[in-house]
């Protein structure tokens, strides 16, 4: 099993007024971890078909260490799902912060664009 983890400091750049990360750059980390676990497993171009879920449960502040951690728990006939779990360092030294969470959907496509089957399963 593929599991993508992408590892980032939040800088002042990417924060808005109130010093906190702005959604949509989450958003888009995460999407970009879970394209990268959903290319891996499926050993081929995928595309975001969907995000079936998102959640936000608290800000994330400038300074902040977290993982994207994406994982794929589900294979269909060309699609995928792949969950995303946000983690945030504890500034005390205590077990990580679930920050945030989300659900995507890809599908494995061919050189056209196509959707194709993906050879694998999730016990392999």
Request: glycine share 8%; proline share 3%; with cysteine.
């Amino acid at each position: 099993m593929k599991i993508s983890k992408m590892s980032r400091v939040v800088f002042l750049g990417e924060t808005n007024q109130r010093g906190v990360l702005f959604g949509g750059k989450l958003m888009a980390w995460m999407d970009e971890t879970a394209g990268a676990a959903a290319k891996r497993f499926a050993c081929s171009e995928v595309v975001t078909a969907a995000v079936e879920q998102m959640r936000f449960y608290k800000p994330i502040p400038v300074g902040a260490f977290i993982d994207v951690v994406g994982e794929v728990i589900h294979v269909g006939n060309t699609s995928m799902k792949v969950q995303i779990q946000v983690l945030m360092d504890d500034p005390k030294g205590g077990e990580d912060i679930l920050m945030a969470d989300a659900m995507f959907v890809y599908v494995s496509i061919d050189e056209e664009g196509h959707p194709v089957k993906i050879n694998r399963k999730l016990d392999e």
